[in-house]
């Protein structure tokens, strides 16, 4: 299976420009995991809710967070990223990417029109 990851808003941009290089090797090795392989590991995935999944990181004892959504069953669309620090996922972060799930699907409603 291949699918296709693609991001939206710009904040999965934002994110990765924090990133130690170290970092962004392990990020993009568990990005061509999640476009490649059928079944994830919950290590790598988790389900958050209302169709938001959540790409999880660790690197020398920091947590990282991307948010993400399937679309049509084959895209997969990056949201926003944050270094976790504490033990839940903020309901702040996920909130924000619930806005951003919302007018992801908004714009691609109006531009399939």
């Keep these: 299976m291949k699918r296709r990851i693609t991001t939206y808003g710009g904040y999965f941009e934002r994110f990765i420009e924090t990133l130690s290089a ?24 988790k389900f958050i809710r209302d169709g938001l999944y959540e790409l999880r990181m660790e690197y020398n004892s920091n947590i990282y967070r991307v948010f ?5 069953g084959q895209v997969v669309v990056l949201f926003n990223g ?32």
């Design 68 to 72: 993400f959504i399937f679309d049509d």
């Design 22 to 45: 170290k970092e962004l090797l392990k990020l993009h090795y568990i990005i061509s995991l999640l476009e490649t392989e059928d079944r994830m590991p919950v290590k790598f995935i």
């Design 82 to 113: 944050f270094q976790k620090k504490t033990q839940k996922t903020p309901s702040g972060e996920i909130e924000k990417a619930l806005k951003i799930k919302e007018a992801y699907y908004g714009d691609k409603q109006s531009s399939n029109h």
